[in-house]
C-alpha cells in the first residue's frame, strides 16, 4: 500500500483505515503481533489484517469493522489534528482550480497536518513534487514521517523555513502555488519566483474577507491575472423513508352514489423514499482565491 497507489492485500508497515461507522473511523499502524483496541472488541493484526484483502470485514468480540485501503479523503477524516485543516469539498476544488495532474510541481505553505498535501501528492505522482513549507519544527518533522510512513516521502520535500521570509526553496520550478498562512499577502512574491517563467496558477485560503483583499493586492501588485475568489459550501443530503398525507380529492364522480358510500375509507398516507436536505447551514470554512501568473 502506499497512498498514491493501490494495493489489494494489507501488509506489514501499512497504514490501514478502521471504518467504525460512516463518521468514525481511525488509521492504524499494521505491525505483526499487534493489536488494536476498537468500541467493537479488539482487532489482531497477525491474525485479523496481515495477509486480508483491504475492504475485508474483520469480526471483533462486540461487533465487526471494515478495513479500508488508505486514501487521501480517508486520511482527511481520519488523522490527527495538529492544526485546522482543509476538507475535501475545498481540496476538490483547490486540485481543479490549479490544473493539478500526474507530473505537476506543486508548492505549498504552511503544510500543517498534511491534510492537502495528501491529495496534491496522489494527484502529481508518480513523476510530480511537492515541495512543503512550514515554519513550526515539531509540525514540519511530524508530518515528514507520516509521508515516509505513507510511502510517498520520494514524492515530497519538507522545509522547516518562514515562507514570508525565505520562500520556498526552490525557483522557476512550479506549475503551482498554495498558501495556507494567516498572512499569504507576505507570501505572494515567493509565489511567483517559485512558478516557472512559463507562469503557473496559483491559490490562497483565507477564512477572513480582509485577508483576501490584502492578497488580492498583492496578487496584482505583482503582475498576477485573472483573479477570482469563491466559497464552496457543500451540503449533504440525508436518504430517509417518510410517509406523506394523500389528498383526499372528495368523492369519484365516475362512480355512483351507492358504490361511493360502500367504498371503504382510502389509505391517508403513502410511504416514500426520498432525500432530505440539511437541517444546519453548511458552515464558512474560508474564502479560495485563485490568479495565474502570465508567461514573462
Ligand atoms: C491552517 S494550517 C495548514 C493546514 C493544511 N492546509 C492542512 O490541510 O492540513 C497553517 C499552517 O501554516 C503554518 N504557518 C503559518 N505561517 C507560516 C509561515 N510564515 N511560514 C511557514 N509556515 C507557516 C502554521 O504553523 C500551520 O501549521
Given amino acids: 500500500m502506499s497512498f498514491a497507489e493501490y494495493a489489494d492485500c494489507i501488509r506489514e508497515g501499512d497504514v490501514a483505515i478502521v471504518y467504525l461507522s460512516h463518521d468514525s473511523m481511525m488509521p492504524v499502524k499494521v505491525q505483526r503481533g499487534a493489536q488494536t483496541q476498537t468500541r467493537y472488541g479488539v482487532i489482531r493484526h497477525s491474525q485479523d489484517l496481515i495477509g486480508h484483502k483491504y475492504g475485508s470485514k474483520v469480526s471483533c468480540s462486540k ?74 519544527a515539531k509540525r514540519a518533522e511530524k508530518v515528514e514521517e507520516e509521508f515516509v510512513e505513507h510511502r510517498v516521502g520520494h514524492l515530497v520535500t519538507v522545509r522547516n523555513q518562514d515562507v514570508c521570509k525565505e520562500g520556498f526553496g526552490v525557483s522557476g520550478v512550479a506549475d503551482a502555488a498554495f498558501l495556507d498562512i494567516p498572512s499569504p499577502w507576505d507570501a505572494v512574491v515567493h509565489a511567483k519566483t517559485a512558478l516557472k517563467r512559463q507562469g503557473g496558477r496559483v491559490c490562497s485560503f483565507s477564512p477572513c474577507i480582509e485577508q483576501v483583499q490584502r492578497t488580492c493586492a498583492a496578487l496584482t501588485d505583482h503582475g498576477f491575472t485573472e483573479l477570482c475568489t469563491i466559497e464552496v459550501l457543500l451540503q449533504v443530503h440525508d436518504v430517509r423513508t417518510v410517509s406523506l398525507p394523500l389528498p383526499d380529492f372528495g368523492p369519484d364522480s365516475d362512480t355512483n352514489e351507492e358504490q361511493n358510500q360502500n367504498q371503504s375509507s382510502p389509505a391517508s398516507t403513502t410511504t416514500i423514499k426520498t432525500t432530505t436536505t440539511p437541517r444546519e447551514i453548511p458552515g464558512h470554512t474560508g474564502f479560495l482565491t485563485f490568479a495565474t501568473k502570465p508567461r514573462t
Fill in 63 to 136: 461487533g465487526w469493522v471494515y478495513v479500508l485501503h488508505p486514501t487521501p479523503e480517508l486520511w482527511t477524516v481520519s488523522l490527527p489534528h495538529r492544526t485546522q485543516i482543509l476538507y475535501t469539498t475545498d481540496i476538490s476544488m483547490i486540485t481543479m482550480m490549479l490544473e493539478l495532474k500526474p507530473g505537476s510541481v506543486v508548492c505549498e505553505s504552511g503544510t500543517g497536518s498534511g491534510s492537502l498535501s495528501h491529495a496534491i501528492i496522489r494527484t502529481i505522482a508518480p513523476s510530480g513534487h511537492l515541495h512543503t513549507v512550514e515554519f513550526h
